[in-house]
């Protein structure tokens, strides 16, 4: 069973009638402790606390659970003025004001990701209102989006000189899931332009603000 974690809010959903789940608190980063609670038959609530190494994925052992799991897809959004991309000299992608993503796709997302970051997003209140506070999302303003793979965004600089992207997922579960974020993000009904898969890429765009995010999808995933 699985418990759906989101940077909105560290609050469990509980997952069936059936789930003998409590609750589950996971803090980011991973090197912050994470615990699971664990309902007995009896109704006993045990508690487990196991210190995080830097990059789990095995957290450790409850009483009738075998791992605990953390998934996260991730979106570097910057508020543009303008943007673009291009591709062996030719523009396949333009927008003015909206949103920048460079979307980062790690080896264990899944398209419940994909979508938690697209309501995310085009609901997220970075522009500026009349008062000049940022309190309009980009549905609210009209504003479009370009979407492009970054696959670096999973590169972990831990050890040597040379990064490492072993976090990131394989090119064809990442395409497909790429993909399904760009059909998603289309459906809110805003304009959606993109880059081009695996291609080389030279992105150009005028940061407003300057705004920059990092927004995660953060899942927990309790096995039996």
Avoid at 26 to 46: E, F, N
Avoid at 80 to 96: L, Q, W, Y
Avoid at 106 to 123: C, F, M, P, R, W
């Amino acid at each position: 069973m699985s418990i759906n974690k989101t940077t909105a809010g560290f609050f469990p959903q509980l997952c069936g009638a059936n789930a003998r789940l409590h609750a589950a608190h996971l803090r980011y980063p991973y090197r912050d402790a994470v615990t699971c609670y664990w309902l007995t038959s009896i109704g006993r609530k045990q508690r487990l606390l196991h210190k995080a190494s830097p990059d789990p994925p095995f957290i450790g052992h409850v009483r009738g659970v075998q791992a605990c799991h953390i998934h996260t897809m991730r979106a570097l959004i910057q508020r543009v003025t303008e943007a673009h991309v291009e591709v062996d000299g030719s523009n396949v992608g333009a927008i003015g004001p909206g949103m920048l993503v460079l979307l980062g796709i790690g080896s264990s997302d899944t398209s419940q990701d994909a979508d938690y970051l697209v309501n995310k997003i085009v609901e997220l209140r970075i522009f500026d209102d009349h008062q000049g506070k940022m309190n309009r999302s980009l549905r609210e303003t009209g504003g479009s989006l370009l979407v492009v793979s970054q696959f670096t965004l999973y590169g972990d600089c831990g050890k040597g000189r040379r990064p490492s992207f072993d976090k990131a997922a394989p090119p064809d579960i990442a395409r497909s899931l790429y993909e399904h974020f760009v059909k998603r993000a289309k459906t809110t009904g805003l304009t959606v332009k993109s880059g081009v898969f695996q291609a080389a890429m030279l992105v150009s765009l005028v940061n407003d603000g300057p705004v920059t995010l990092l927004c995660e999808s953060i899942r927990g995933t309790i096995e039996e």
